[in-house]
C-alpha cells in the first residue's frame, strides 16, 4: 500500500522555496511531504562539512536547514527515497541508527525542559504536591511515569478531563531529574515551559509511531492526552 508521504515524495521537486532557503517567516516545508508546517511539529537537519546528515533538534546550527515532519513513516520515506541528498544537491550520508537518535534526543530535551522547569518553581513533584496543583489549576501540564501505577496515575488526574499528560520517562528517569531515586508524578506550571513540553512531546510521539492523544487508563473518564 502506497503511503502519503510515498504518494508526496514522489517526484523529484527540490527544496528551493525562499521559505526555507532563508528559513524566515512562521511556515517551513517537509522536504517529504511538500506540506507547510509549524517548526513546532518538525525536525530540522544540516549537513557536517563531511556532508553526514545532523539533527538540529533546536534548529540553532548554522547552514541551509532542511525540515521533515516529526513522523516515523516520513522519517523512513526520506531514507528510502533519497530525500536528504535531493534536499542538499549532493551525496548525504545518513546515520543508521538516525530514529534511535532523534527520538533519544528530544527525551534529553524533556528532561532538561522539566529540569529547568523545577529550578524554576514553575514544576513540583510527588503525587500530593501534583494533586495540590491540579485542584488549584496552577497545572498546565502532567507528567507521569511510564512504568507507575495505573490505578495511581488515574487517581491523580481525577476531574482534570482537559489537562495534558506526558507519561514517557521512567520513575527512575523521572527522578533523576527532580535529584530523587524514583518520580511518579510531576506537575508543571501552565505557561510557556508547558506548552514547549507539550510541543517536544508530540515530536516525540510522531517520530515513535505513537498517536497523540492517547486514551488515559480509566476508560470511564477519559483524558485528552499528548501520548509520550
Same mark, same amino acid.
Given at each position: 500500500?502506497?503511503?502519503?508521504?510515498?504518494?508526496?515524495?514522489?517526484?523529484?521537486? #527540490?527544496? =528551493?522555496?525562499?521559505?526555507?532557503?532563508?528559513?524566515?517567516?512562521?511556515?517551513?516545508?517537509?522536504?517529504? =511531504?511538500?506540506?507547510?508546517?509549524? #517548526?513546532?511539529?518538525?525536525?530540522?537537519?544540516?549537513?557536517?562539512?563531511?556532508?553526514?546528515?545532523?539533527?538540529?533538534?533546536?534548529?540553532?546550527?548554522?547552514?541551509?536547514?532542511?525540515?521533515?515532519?516529526?513522523?516515523?513513516?516520513?522519517?523512513?520515506?526520506?531514507?528510502?527515497?533519497?530525500?536528504?541528498?535531493?534536499?542538499?544537491?549532493?551525496?548525504? =550520508?545518513?546515520?543508521?541508527?538516525?530514529?534511535?537518535?532523534?527520538?533519544?534526543?528530544?527525551?534529553?530535551?524533556?528532561?532538561?525542559?522539566?529540569?529547568?522547569?523545577?529550578?524554576?518553581?514553575?514544576?513540583?513533584?510527588?503525587?500530593?504536591?501534583?494533586?495540590?496543583?491540579?485542584?488549584?489549576?496552577?497545572?498546565?501540564?502532567?507528567? @507521569?511515569?511510564?512504568?507507575?501505577?495505573?490505578?495511581?496515575?488515574?487517581?491523580?488526574?481525577?476531574?482534570?478531563?482537559?489537562?495534558?499528560?506526558?507519561?514517557?520517562?521512567?520513575? @527512575?528517569?523521572?527522578?533523576?531529574?527532580?535529584?530523587?531515586?524514583?518520580?511518579?508524578?510531576?506537575?508543571?506550571?501552565?505557561?510557556?515551559?508547558?506548552?514547549?513540553?507539550?510541543?517536544?512531546?508530540?515530536?516525540?510521539?510522531?517520530?515513535?509511531?505513537?498517536?497523540?492523544?492517547?486514551?488515559?487508563?480509566?476508560? =470511564?473518564?477519559?483524558?485528552? @492526552?499528548?501520548?509520550?
Amino acid at each position: 500500500m502506497t503511503s502519503e508521504a510515498d504518494r508526496n515524495d514522489a517526484g523529484p521537486e #527540490p527544496d =528551493t522555496g525562499p521559505e526555507n532557503d532563508s528559513e524566515r517567516g512562521p511556515l517551513r516545508r517537509c522536504i517529504v =511531504t511538500r506540506d507547510r508546517g509549524s #517548526p513546532d511539529g518538525m525536525i530540522r537537519f544540516v549537513l557536517s562539512p563531511d556532508r553526514v546528515l545532523t539533527p538540529d533538534l533546536a534548529a540553532r546550527l548554522p547552514g541551509r536547514g532542511m525540515w521533515l515532519s516529526a513522523r516515523g513513516d516520513v522519517l523512513e520515506t526520506a531514507r528510502k527515497r533519497g530525500a536528504f541528498a535531493r534536499a542538499a544537491r549532493g551525496p548525504v =550520508t545518513i546515520p543508521p541508527d538516525l530514529a534511535i537518535m532523534l527520538q533519544d534526543g528530544l527525551l534529553h530535551r524533556i528532561a532538561d525542559l522539566l529540569g529547568f522547569a523545577r529550578r524554576a518553581g514553575q514544576a513540583v513533584s510527588g503525587y500530593t504536591k501534583a494533586r495540590e496543583w491540579i485542584t488549584a489549576r496552577k497545572a498546565g501540564l502532567v507528567v @507521569q511515569a511510564s512504568d507507575g501505577s495505573a490505578d495511581e496515575r488515574a487517581r491523580l488526574l481525577s476531574g482534570a478531563r482537559d489537562l495534558p499528560v506526558v507519561a514517557i520517562m521512567t520513575g @527512575q528517569r523521572l527522578g533523576a531529574v527532580f535529584g530523587r531515586d524514583h518520580v511518579g508524578h510531576v506537575a508543571v506550571a501552565a505557561g510557556a515551559l508547558a506548552q514547549r513540553l507539550v510541543a517536544e512531546n508530540g515530536r516525540y510521539a510522531g517520530l515513535a509511531g505513537e498517536a497523540a492523544p492517547v486514551r488515559r487508563d480509566d476508560p =470511564t473518564d477519559r483524558l485528552e @492526552q499528548a501520548g509520550l
